[in-house]
DNA sequence: GATTTTACGTA
DNA sequence: CGTACGTAAAATCT
């Protein structure tokens, strides 16, 4: 049936969408199936009334299949079939003749026929012309479809109709009033930067730096001092300078008087702070805002790059859509830098979230100095450990191919599932599902090998493939390139997951609040992330002679957090006596030999290793609501005797199962969460378990990051006051490195337990985690401090 | 050549 | 149907 349009004609908003579905061909009203649903979802949490707009799709009828490609010539759907162009022609009519203020355009082929344009992802949220009929203003949306597929761009969709709304008033576009100077000679920037200092009333300034890699070289630095304003100069082209050795001596001195008298506005200031002082030795005195961590704060959940943080804060064109070499690219990244700060910062005081923002601003210095600093490697012990795990991974290689008679990667999934399940025609094993809806794919991992080991234990070929690539996993963390210094760099990110990738616009950012590590663009040296290495490959980390590693750890920190979330009692009780106490002394405190004896019904001085251990894996299991699968296959058990052992410890812990619902109640409110020091979050996965067990998560994992990074700035500001040097090597989530000297130890030691034990309170109950130590001549050997913090007092404890 | 999938390391 | 994170190689798409 052919769909028609359908609303008022003195409507203000036309909402274009793609073509009919089965629902709408049915009824022939627009919208009116299960997308219908979503967009009036969607229109509710907007504020706005669909019988006070006009609704219709670019195609008038259903394609089969629900396939618009149907109705193209080709597949990317850019060339219309005469059918298609009659349609598009009608919609020219259709707004000539209704003249609304807005056009929504609903998904890609919507943008397409309004605008010419391909990419949703991109011009979402802007307001751009439409070219079919000039002179109106068109805002483009995903299609409720596409968020009916992916419940992620829900939230940012809410936002964008949001904006549509505000601007239906008015039939204009949004007025351009900026004013760019790209590519200016030196003295029209050296004047421009004279005049920023000069006046007072200009007294925040937004700082964008284009670099080339490798080595992070400057190649064009932009400045706005206003929304509306943006000017660049270049450095290089290509890779040679553009000015005399002289005159850039001169812009980078007018440039460092200029930042003392500016708060200073960046997007992703730990780079831009990083490059100037790393490659022009020039330091920024006071950041105002970050950008990303600003967005980070208030929108955790949302892309951040400046894209898309443009489309949601500003009424600008889309300046990023253009090819890469567009020269306005750098001041519109200044001056919309500028322009987007402002929002924010009112959305940090809306939301009431500037604590939080404060926060983690103060840990952009602690984070840099990290990654500038970085961490040594012996080389000789790489080497050793290059070579013996070379070794042993080409005996297994030889080995392996002479039994199976060819040369396989085992790398390859596809060719070990021809091997496995072709040639040996063994039992498919397959990925554990996000849903029992999702269609089961065939895997070849460790644990499906150890599987096949087990039902095949007369052939040797499995633990074979399962050595090679543990020693093949190894190597990539052992065969890293150092820097001249026989360091390795990392980027601590505060942030978490980077953005500053546009394409990425679909993923949800999560971010708990702990920092991710990642490869360095100012010191590419390392395997990159620096909280994934593994035990094997820590040992090449030595500290320097004379110097000893500290290793400082919030002790049991998730599972104390969790005892006082869900009311256990009996457990707060044990982390409270076992408080302070040296580890040795802990024994009697141990809360897997608690859960093994509530389990088993056992005296505690009766519990075996093997009881301890379901102790603990149960309880952490519990903790985050893992099944039984999980728990079959972490102490290597039957399904059914792991569902017993959920049940039994459901009967004995009945806490938990009420915690996870009061979470669920929680999140029916306004799926916000907050963390035990304010960090808020919202959760934007469709409504089910697996946004459940993320939300489980969140509170204990969440606040424990929080927790070290306060102490890590803690420290951070003690390392001017002490008379000897610390250097912090790792923060690895819940643990601190620092090293040195042998003679500080014990100073330290006192310095890192003064600034970690930081009270927390949960339903008025105040309570704190404790820390431990360890020492360690590489990252990877230490050894267990005992040490009675009860006997040493105010003191400073004597361990060498 | 760019993007997606698979696998795997840590807390 | 633990979650959080980043990287690399292979597979797949264009």
Redo the contacts with the bound molecule.
């Keep these: 049936m052919r769909v028609e349009l359908e609303g008022p004609p003195d409507a203000d908003i036309m909402f274009v969408g793609e073509a009919p579905g089965e629902t709408e061909d049915k009824l022939g009203k627009p919208f009116s199936g299960r997308a219908g649903r979503t967009l009036n979802n969607l229109l509710a949490q907007a504020g706005i009334a669909r019988y006070q707009c006009i609704v219709t799709n670019v195609a008038k009828e259903r394609p089969p299949a629900n396939r618009i490609s149907y109705f193209f010539e080709d597949k ?1 759907c850019t060339i219309p079939k005469p059918k298609m162009q009659a349609w598009v022609n009608e919609l020219k009519e259709d707004i000539e003749l209704y003249k609304p203020n807005i056009i929504v355009a609903l998904g890609a082929t919507a943008l397409w026929a309004l605008t010419g344009e391909k990419k949703i992802s991109i011009f979402r949220g802007y307001i751009i012309p439409c070219s079919l009929v000039p002179g109106v203003k068109v805002i483009p949306i995903y299609h409720p479809q596409a968020i009916n597929y992916d419940w992620k761009l829900y939230f940012q969709s809410v936002l964008d109709f949001r904006k549509a709304l505000r601007h239906s008033k008015t039939p204009e576009l949004p007025e351009v009033k900026q004013i760019y100077r790209p590519n200016v000679n030196l003295p029209e920037f050296l004047a421009y930067m004279e005049e920023c200092i000069t006046n007072p009333e200009w007294d925040r300034l937004a700082i964008d730096v284009e670099t080339v890699q490798p080595g992070s070289h400057i190649e064009e630095l932009g400045l706005s001092h206003s929304p509306d304003f943006g000017i660049s100069i270049f450095l290089l082209k290509g890779r040679i300078p553009t000015l005399p050795e002289k005159d850039e001596l001169l812009l980078w001195q007018t440039f460092a008087r200029l930042v003392k008298t500016k708060k200073i506005i960046m997007q992703n200031g730990a780079y831009d702070i990083g490059i100037l002082w790393y490659n022009q030795h020039i330091l920024i005195p006071d950041l105002y805002m970050d950008t990303l961590i600003a967005a980070h704060v208030c929108w955790p959940e949302l892309p951040r790059d400046l894209g898309f943080l443009g489309s949601v804060c500003l009424n600008v064109p889309p300046w990023k859509s253009g090819s890469a070499k567009n020269e306005l690219y750098n001041p519109a990244d200044a001056a919309n830098t500028f322009g987007i700060s402002e929002v924010l910062d009112l959305e940090l005081s809306t939301q009431k979230v500037r604590h939080t923002f404060n926060f983690e601003m103060g840990l952009i210095p602690v984070a840099l100095m990290m990654q500038l600093q970085g961490i040594k490697v012996d080389r000789e012990t790489q080497t050793e450990l290059k070579e013996k795990w070379n070794t042993v991974m080409v005996e297994m290689k030889t080995q392996l191919d002479t039994i199976i008679g060819r040369e396989i ?1 085992f ?6 599932q021809e091997l496995l399940y072709g040639d040996l025609k063994l039992p498919a094993q397959y ?6 809806r999702d269609k089961r ?9 150890r599987k096949l080991a087990g039902m095949v234990p007369d052939n040797p070929i499995f633990n074979l493939i399962l050595d090679y ?2 020693a093949n ?2 190597l ?2 052992l065969d890293v390139k150092l820097s001249p210094e026989s360091r390795v760099h990392t980027s601590y ?1 505060i942030t ?3 953005s500053d990738d546009e ?1 990425d616009t679909k993923k949800t ?4 609040g ?1 920092w ?4 360095s663009i100012i010191l590419p040296f390392g ?3 620096l ?5 094997e490959a820590r040992k090449m980390y030595l500290a320097e002679p004379g110097w000893t590693i500290i290793q400082a750890d919030l002790i049991q920190a998730e599972a104390v957090v969790v005892s006082h979330l869900t009311g256990n009692t009996k457990m707060q009780q044990m982390f409270k006596d076992a408080f302070g106490l040296a580890n040795k002394e802990r024994k009697p405190y141990d809360i897997h030999v608690l859960k093994a004896t509530e389990l088993f019904g056992v005296p505690w001085e009766e519990v075996n290793k093997v009881q301890r251990k379901t102790g603990k894996v149960i309880r ?2 519990r903790n ?7 728990l079959a296959n972490r102490l290597g058990i039957t399904m059914s005797d792991a569902k017993k052992l959920i049940v039994a410890d459901e009967r004995v812990d009945p806490s938990l199962g009420l915690w996870h619902l009061s979470i669920q109640e929680e999140l029916k409110r306004n799926r916000v969460l907050t963390n035990l020091l304010g960090r808020k979050h919202r959760f934007l996965d469709r409504w ?3 946004l459940f ?2 939300a ?3 509170i204990p ?1 969440s606040t424990i990051g929080d927790l070290l990074n306060v102490s890590l700035r803690k420290v951070y500001d003690k390392l001017l006051e002490v008379p000897f040097e610390v250097k912090l090597l790792l923060q ?4 601190l490195y620092p090293m040195v000297r042998n003679e500080n130890v014990n100073e330290t030691i006192k310095l890192l337990r003064d600034n970690m034990l930081h009270p927390l309170t949960y339903n008025n109950q105040e309570f704190t985690i404790d820390v431990d130590f360890k020492l360690h001549t590489s990252w990877a050997e230490g050894e267990e401090l005992e040490i009675n913090w009860k006997e040493v007092g105010d003191g400073i404890p004597k361990i060498i």
């Design positions: 990317k990667n790398n390859s999934p596809k060719q070990m990925k554990r599902r996000k849903s029992v794919t065939l895997t070849t991992d460790a644990a499906a090998l690539k543990k996993t190894l990539r963390f990110n978490g997951a980077s394409e950012k999560r971010s708990f702990r991710s590590s990642s490869k395997s990159g992330n909280q994934n290495i593994p035990p952490h299991a985050y609501s893992a099944g039984p699968g999980v089910g378990d697996t067990r993320s489980y998560s969140y994992q690895l989530h819940d643990a």
